[in-house]
């Protein structure tokens, strides 16, 4: 038991350090959780724990997986910059927090304004100006925006991480997995942004501008479609969810620095990319499956490990299946 | 002050070589690789590993030899060019453009965290270190810096040397058209992968080449050392210098070292804001990044193409061998029915 409770622990300090090289700042909800793995005794096992957690983080990859290939989709581009809006997103709704003190469902609100500006800005001011270059040169320039975000909010808040003082709720035994009320909301959150985000795809005139846009953007001009327009939509909507994401990332990891963005960034790639490029529900498919690898391998393996498996998962994918799991068909090269 | 200009000019002397070599990656053969700050890496940790001996508990490492410097710096790139060969074969087999610098992006990462976590390999998040003088302990420690200096030196103009030689001759010409039209050079009888391949072997050698200069420099080395995300600034650099240019990419390494080393030097960063000047830095290089990117992309020193799109300079060899003018026609014009049929 006692052994249990450590590794739970371990599990949750791995996690925090892998992910922003720094431990978590308050001790407060492992401690609560560490009491609760004692107080639920042999009826909980290591493996739904960190299921459970699993799914509470391929949740929020999920938002932010998809809100990178729906840059993608419009612009083509692949964006390095995506992370940063993440980022600010998160970073928004702290400052809301601790110097406005409003609560939890203002600062979500907050971020997701946040995060929308911030990607409207990029595609503003960026994305747009190279359109008419390669994709790699736009990639390049992405990179360059996610230095300048990156190190922008380093300046303003420091290197030090930050984190949110709200309420984590109770201990929840669902079934197998030990949730608190807080990573319950987190999830529930998640899965009716998810739901609108298909709403909006296949029910209004935007999402089929927008997918009309993806497909051919000089068609669709032609055809009387206002595509710098609709890109500059979708990029606001993109750019809503993750900074949505980005809070509720903070708000589960327990801790917030400027780099968090940026180490999610990958596992959006990652996610997005093995299970399909610019096609939001196949992305969704891949976030599931990316959550649950990395879930296995931080209860089989070691958590040390889980990022090398995610990211050797991203390199098998493309060697085998570049076009992603959940998209027909196989191309022998692939172009952006 | 003079210790501190050697110390400048040493470390931009071994960017100068990486980016050597990553420019033959990205600015020759048009791929974009995130994972070359993983071969300087393995360079430098290499090269330690070989010379410093057997580890003290607790500290791991693997080998654990005490070979000479000159010894160990050449195994090293033989090891980063094997390593490279395995990155080199999965990226570039199948994947292009964005999709290439996708996968080299997670096997850097991959490979970073793996080193990591990983103690018995190089001794994990600790880092292996130790001192070792290549010169033998013979000189002052003010001397070695200097002595040491021009050794950088050196090896960066023999470097710079045999890199020109290539990027005139056939094969250079050949890589350049590879990465300009994959499929015009694969219909006149080029193996894309083949020529892709070899230039990226080459670039990483090149990485891993300075990756053991740099090991004799800093003597201590572990992960924080090698961020992923510090090749933004051999990008930087190549960017600034003249992408697929030998001599640009030479003077963007010192242009953007020696420069952005002094502009943020006098950057106050007060004691409890350590990050500033750091942070400054790298946001002068995102702007830099995307300004070069945006107006303009060839670089201070362009790379010097004929009108038909081959290199069209003579090498200094050939040059001083032969007195006829370089031609910027090396491939028989082709005549003008095909030409329209083209346009």
Redesign the interface.
């Known amino acids: 038991m006692r052994d249990n409770s450590k590794t739970l622990v371990k599990f949750e300090w791995r996690l925090c350090y892998i992910l922003h090289h720094s431990a978590p700042a308050t001790d407060d909800h492992f401690i609560i959780e560490l009491q609760t793995a004692r107080l639920f005794g042999g009826t909980l096992s290591i493996f739904w724990i960190s299921l459970g957690q699993g799914l509470a983080v391929a949740a929020i990859l999920a938002l932010s997986s998809v809100a990178f290939t729906l840059e993608y989709a419009v612009s083509r581009v692949v964006n390095l910059a995506h992370g940063e809006i993440l980022t600010i997103g998160a970073y928004a709704a702290y400052v809301c927090e601790t110097t406005y003190h409003q609560d939890i469902y203002v600062c979500a609100v907050v971020a997701t304004i946040c995060g929308s500006l911030a990607a409207i800005a990029i595609n503003f001011i960026v994305i747009e100006n190279f359109r008419n270059q390669k994709p790699l040169a736009t990639l390049i320039a992405t990179l360059g925006v996610s230095l300048v975000l990156q190190n922008v909010l380093l300046i303003i808040f420091g290197g030090a991480s930050d984190s949110y003082t709200f309420n984590q709720g109770s201990l929840l035994h669902v079934g197998p997995f030990l949730w608190t009320t807080l990573t319950i909301e987190v999830m529930v959150a998640a899965i009716v942004v998810a739901v609108l985000i298909y709403l909006l795809l296949q029910r209004t005139r935007l999402g089929k501008a927008l997918r009309a846009v993806s497909q051919n953007r000089e068609l669709s001009q032609v055809s009387g479609i206002p595509a710098r327009r609709v890109v500059m939509q979708t990029w606001g909507v993109a750019g809503a969810v993750s900074g949505f994401a980005g809070f509720l990332y903070g708000e589960t990891i327990g801790t917030i620095t400027p780099t968090i963005g940026n180490g999610f960034l990958l596992l959006s790639i990652t996610a997005a990319v093995g299970g399909g490029l610019g096609r939001p529900y196949a992305t969704l498919g891949g976030a599931v499956v990316l959550g649950l690898v990395m879930a296995a391998a931080g209860t089989y393996v070691s958590s040390a490990y889980q990022l090398v498996i995610a990211f050797g998962f991203l390199v098998v994918m493309l060697l085998i299946k570049p076009n992603g799991m959940f998209v027909r068909g196989m191309a022998q090269t692939v172009r952006a | 002050m003079l210790q501190y200009w050697t110390a400048i000019l040493t470390e931009a002397t071994i960017f100068a070589i990486l980016a050597l070599g990553i420019d033959m990656i990205w600015g020759w053969a048009?791929d974009?690789d995130l994972s070359a700050y993983a071969y300087f890496a393995l360079g430098v940790y290499m090269t330690i590993v070989m010379t410093v001996g057997k580890p003290k508990a607790p500290v791991v490492y693997i080998l654990g030899w005490h070979l000479p410097y000159l010894i160990a710096v050449p195994i090293a790139v033989v090891v980063v060019v094997a390593f490279a060969s395995i990155i080199g074969a999965?990226?570039l087999?199948?994947?292009?453009?964005?999709?290439f610098?996708?996968?080299t992006?997670?096997?850097v990462?991959?490979i970073y965290?793996?080193v990591e976590?990983y103690t018995p390999l190089f001794n994990g998040y600790n880092g292996v270190y130790g001192l070792f003088d290549p010169m033998g302990g013979s000189l002052s420690y003010n001397n070695y810096h200097y002595i040491f200096l021009g050794f950088c030196l050196l090896v960066l103009f023999l470097i710079y040397l045999v890199v020109q030689r290539l990027s005139t001759s056939a094969f250079g010409r050949m890589v350049r058209a590879v990465r300009d039209d994959e499929r015009a050079a694969a219909v006149y009888g080029r193996n894309v992968f083949w020529a892709k391949y070899r230039t990226y072997l080459f670039g990483a050698g090149l990485a891993g080449l300075s990756g053991g200069l740099f090991a004799a420099y800093i003597g201590a080395f572990n992960p924080l050392d090698w961020k992923p995300?510090e090749i933004?600034v051999l990008?930087a650099a190549i960017l600034v210098g003249g992408r697929g240019n030998p001599k640009g990419v030479v003077l963007g390494s010192f242009i953007v070292y020696v420069g952005f080393v002094e502009m943020t030097r006098y950057i106050p960063s007060p004691a409890a804001?350590p990050?500033?000047g750091p942070?400054?830095r790298?946001?002068l290089?995102?702007?830099?990044?995307?300004l070069m990117?945006?107006f303009r992309?060839s670089g201070l020193l362009p790379e010097q193409l004929g009108s038909d799109g081959t290199v069209a300079r003579r090498s200094w060899p050939e040059r001083l061998l032969r007195s006829t003018p370089a031609t910027n026609h090396p491939i028989a014009a082709p005549d003008d029915e095909f030409n329209e049929d083209v346009a």
């Open positions: 048009g974009f999965i990226a087999r199948s994947l292009r453009e964005v999709y610098s996708i996968t992006l997670g096997a990462w991959a965290y793996a976590n995300t933004f990008y804001r990050e500033l942070a400054l790298q946001i290089i995102g702007l830099l990044i995307i990117m945006k992309p």
